[in-house]
């Protein structure tokens, strides 16, 4: 599926935020040269497609005192890692929950879970969590704590110049 | 500090946005907030740095566009140089210092899996480093509810009006 040009517009119109103003689509549509039924049908479809996630509010992880911000990363049995996987992605304070590759000699973990506390103890007491959840097909983990945001700036869709949003 | 009606609020909209006409007078009905304490709200929020943004969350992937997780391993006394070089690309989208051999963790960003590639391709002819890729090959969940209020996340749960 790929873009078409008023799907770019309407990313460009709406990636700063949806206006906060009583007829929030009609704003849009306003903007765009286009009805306010028109913005509405297209943005149903994308929360359809899954283009869309959902609209809503992405909160400041760090503002709202969850300072803490650990990637645990997980050596786990293959057999058992999408089982496993699946449960530790519901549990509270987990996101972006993935598996990745390995690379033999310099990488050995194949499930990431990111972990957020007000601080490390809470950090570790979730990972503690984890681990007892995942037993013995976990041969080894480690939590990779950031220490420096380097860069923040979100998606630029290249050909249009602009920032698009992205994962929270 | 957060109100009450604050945590209400941003709790509630874990679960979705509504795609009416007035979609904030429908938030304000199920929260017993009239439209404009849920307008003023938002923008509080957002003004206050408790919210970095409201609006559509878009996955860019379903469209054919990739987001790559990698990694290199920078030198300490390359470290500001080769952040630099790898900033530079407008492809990538976050860039994480964290404690590990590994020292440097960032997003690519691309609109076709062929763009990601060129854009480590790139960061590597550049700083002369080389760079793992870590592509999703499964998503097990990728949304945080914070326990803001009671203490306790919970997971799931929409009831987005669409």
């Known amino acids: 599926m790929a873009l078409s040009d008023f799907d770019r517009q309407l990313i460009a119109a709406t990636q700063g935020g949806l206006p906060l103003v009583v007829r929030p689509y009609d704003a849009v549509a306003e903007r765009l040269g286009v009805s306010s039924a028109q913005v509405r049908e297209r943005l149903v479809q994308m929360q359809a497609e899954g283009l869309i996630r959902r609209i809503g509010a992405v909160p400041n992880h760090y503002r709202l005192g969850f300072v803490a911000n650990g990637m645990s990363v997980w050596d786990v049995d293959d057999a058992r890692v999408d089982r496993l996987g699946e449960q530790i992605g519901a549990l509270p304070g987990v996101s972006h929950c993935y598996r990745r590759p390995r690379y033999a000699g310099v990488w050995p973990y194949n499930l990431f879970a990111m972990l957020h506390g007000r601080d490390r103890a809470e950090v570790e007491a979730q990972a503690e969590h984890l681990r007892e959840l995942l037993g013995a097909a976990c041969r080894a983990h480690e939590i990779l704590y950031s220490t420096a945001i380097l860069k923040k700036t979100g998606l630029r869709l290249a050909k249009m110049g602009q920032n698009a949003p992205t994962e929270s | ?162």
């Open chain 2, 1 to 162: 500090m957060l109100l009450p009606e604050e945590i209400r609020l941003i709790d509630y909209l874990h679960g979705g946005f509504p795609l009416s006409e007035r979609p904030y007078a429908e938030v304000g009905a199920a929260l017993g907030l009239d439209e404009a304490a849920v307008i003023a709200s938002l923008h509080s929020l957002l003004e206050r740095g408790y919210l970095t943004r409201f609006g559509p969350l878009f996955q860019i992937e379903r469209a054919g566009g990739q987001f790559v997780l990698a990694a290199l391993r920078a030198p300490e006394d390359r470290f500001e140089e080769v952040t630099a070089l790898v900033n530079a690309l407008p492809e990538v989208a976050h860039n994480y210092r964290r404690e590990h051999a590994l020292n440097m963790w960032f997003v690519i960003g691309a609109e076709s899996p062929r763009a990601a590639a060129e854009a480590i391709a790139c960061i590597e002819a550049d700083t002369g480093l080389k760079v793992y890729a870590f592509p999703k090959e499964k998503e097990f969940f990728v949304e945080l509810r914070l326990p803001l209020g009671s203490g306790s996340a919970t997971a799931g749960g929409t009831h987005g009006s669409v």
